[in-house]
């Protein structure tokens, strides 16, 4: 069984940080790709930053947390990180892991982790 574990959410004023993490555990090899979404009230959920690591190694990023967030993966603890720096009201949401993998091929989901921005 695979299981995700996230933590680092909290409440912070705008400009302030906060760094995610997701730790993935269990029977799961070839791990191909790791990102963060989100979901604010009344919205649906959308990506924010994303690790690809097949041939190479690429980030992406949503525009609007881009020169904010950085996402960074530790392939030895099977762990990916969000910081956000400089965060936004707007960034208040609930933030999710997602890892997918080759072996087994598989779409796993974290349980969520909220960060509000706010004064």
């Known amino acids: 069984q695979v299981q995700l574990v996230e933590s680092g959410g909290g409440s912070v004023q705008p400009g302030g940080s906060l760094r995610l993490s997701c730790a993935v555990s269990?029977?799961?090899?070839?791990?191909?790709?790791m990102g963060w979404h989100r979901q604010a009230p009344g919205k649906q959920r959308e990506p924010v930053a994303s690790t690809v690591s097949i041939s190479s190694n690429t980030t992406n990023y949503q525009d609007s947390v881009k020169g904010r967030f950085t996402i960074s993966r530790d392939f030895a603890k099977n762990t990916v990180y969000l910081q956000m720096n400089s965060l936004k009201p707007e960034d208040t949401a609930v933030y999710y892991c997602n890892v997918r993998s080759f072996t087994p091929r598989g779409d796993y989901w974290g349980q969520g982790t909220q960060v509000t921005v706010s004064l």
């Open positions: 269990g029977s799961i090899s070839n791990i191909y790709y």
